[in-house]
């Protein structure tokens, strides 16, 4: 890659953190797709210039990318791509943009996968009976399972929350998501004890100089990441019969169907897990319905 184009990936940065205000996963994934792109194009089509890609580049970088990745993951990345080269038409670093015309596959349309409702109360259980060694770390698991699957907010979002976002007596969290936008998201009295046992008993033993004001801890005093909150979810659900390996975001899609299941309205559900859009929440509408049908299935003698 020439310095020019390097120089132009420092402003795409620039730009998606400070114009797009993109958290920095989705700049980190963004770039990386871009630089994946770039690498392909110079490697297979000697192409070294931004103002060099046409619309077949893209189609064989699409080609090639689709014989050995996920329809989600080539459709992630064709939009990172379509993204960055429609910035740098506007800017005037390329004269057209060759991805106006590319077509991208679809997303695909495989509900998402969530635990039942006793599934979901059967883990935090496991997690409860768990944190009755006084490990802190157990604590934490429990702390950051029931908040969770309480709120509904993203595992990132959770790692993020500092101690004075958590209001313990009013029940709310302060959740800064993503676009920087802020909400304000309820969790009831499970998570609430959860928390407080872990702010009263854990934390006070794995917190150092260096802990600052992050709400969720590692063993040696610093901000829980993400990594560490999935291993904590998959081994816990080990001990849940019949219950599916989910992801953090697996118990978030979890959340809004049992919500969604108990009657809640479908806006409500949308401004509490922060979409942006109702089309993005109305998937659980789907998982709903998905799963009433199988229960009817199974259970009644005429289906």
Known sequence: MDETVAETLVAFERHLRSERARSEHTIRAYLGDVRSMLDHLERERSVTRLGEIGLRDLRAWLAALSAGSARSTVARRSAAVRTFLGWATRTGRIPTDPSLRLAAPSRSSVLPEVLKQQQAADLLDVAAVASDDEDPMHLRDRA????????????????????DDIDLAGGVVRVLGKGGKERTVPFGGPARDAVEAWLRRGRPQVATGESGPALLLGRRGRRADQRQIRSALHSLLRHVPDAPDLSPHGLRHSAATHLLEGGADLREVQELLGHASLATTQIYTHVSVDRLKKSYQQAHPRA
């Open 144 to 163: 950051a399972l029931e908040l969770l699957y309480a709120s509904g907010i993203r595992v990132g979002e959770l790692t993020s929350l500092d101690v």
